[in-house]
């Protein structure tokens, strides 16, 4: 599919001419498409071997341990548990490039959180936010 420039997605859009912002996009995207194929050969593994493992689960001790050659795996009882939070209100940044719509796929939301005049969400080396509390 090819991308065409458009002048104006919306009424309230600005363009904001900044070559250092747009190349830390651009770099960010180039890394999300490389990145893709990995997280799906290691779901697929994932998933492999915990099917591979599962089938020796009887054979754990509820608290015990086996190993299988230099892995070991342990079993316990995950008791059940209510769950409930509060979020705090946040400003939400999405990033698609242009060309995506919404019908194809939802652009990456990053959530990060706003203190007044400055950003309060930290970003780790792998990407992940690291500087608010909260589910991740």
Do not use: C, N
Request: glycine share 6%; charged share 40%; no cysteine.
């Amino acid at each position: 599919m090819a991308i065409e420039a458009v002048d104006q997605l919306a009424m309230d859009e600005q363009v904001i001419e900044d070559a250092e912002a747009e190349e830390a996009l651009e770099e960010r995207h180039r890394r999300k498409v490389a990145l893709a194929p990995v997280r799906r050969a290691y779901k697929e593994a994932h998933e492999a071997a915990k099917f591979a493992v599962e089938r020796h689960a009887h054979e754990i001790a509820d608290g015990g341990a086996m190993r299988i050659g230099r892995f070991r795996v342990t079993k316990r009882v995950v008791d059940a548990r209510e769950v409930s939070f509060e979020t705090a209100e946040r400003t939400q940044l999405d990033f698609a490039t242009l060309g995506e719509s919404e019908d194809e796929e939802e652009p990456e939301q990053i959530a990060t959180r706003f203190a007044p005049k400055k950003v309060a969400a930290e970003v780790d080396g792998d990407g992940r936010s690291t500087g608010y509390s909260g589910v991740h």
